[in-house]
């Protein structure tokens, strides 16, 4: 088995508190009601929403794939930063055991957020991963965040 490391730092005119409450504690129901082509349903499937509670995410029709279930590895509430490792579902493919993720919310100098990810993707066998399928993976991220990111702006009292 082998790992494959693939970081990104972005930035956001959202602070860290509240893009934190959004991204990370809201997430499964703020996602569904702003973006159900690309998430249909979050829901938890074992445990109280802590470290070790794994959630099982249902895709919508627009999806490649249609759920993953992830396990909540590490949530410090205080500093921003959640863990969590994908387990289960058909965007692990033959390659990859799980996908580990840790992002982590800084305070930047204009108010905003510096976004620092970091995905560890554990390759079974000899396999190797190519950067530019994780980018692939990457933009559409990056994409529902942006989509959270211009919810935020447009309703100044959501999540505060």
Do not use: C, W
Request: glycine share 8%; charged share 30%; proline share 4%.
């Amino acid at each position: 088995m082998g790992v494959f490391t693939y970081s990104d730092e972005s930035t956001s005119v959202i602070p860290p508190p509240r893009l934190f409450k959004a991204l990370v504690l809201e997430a499964d129901t703020l996602i569904p009601k702003i973006a159900p082509q690309s998430v249909k349903s979050a829901e938890i499937v074992e445990g109280d929403g802590g470290v070790g509670t794994i959630k099982k995410i249902s895709f919508g029709e627009g999806s490649h794939y249609s759920y993953v279930k992830h396990r909540i590895d590490g949530l410090d509430k205080d500093n921003f930063v959640y863990s969590y490792t994908l387990v289960e579902g058909d965007a692990l493919s033959d390659k990859v055991e799980k996908i580990s993720y840790e992002i982590k919310l800084v305070a930047s100098a204009d108010g905003g957020s510096v976004i620092k990810s970091t995905s560890n993707y554990h390759t079974k066998g000899d396999v190797e991963i190519k950067e530019e399928d994780v980018k692939a993976g990457k933009e559409k991220a990056t994409g529902l965040f942006k989509l959270i990111e211009n919810y935020l702006v447009a309703n100044p009292d959501a999540y505060n």
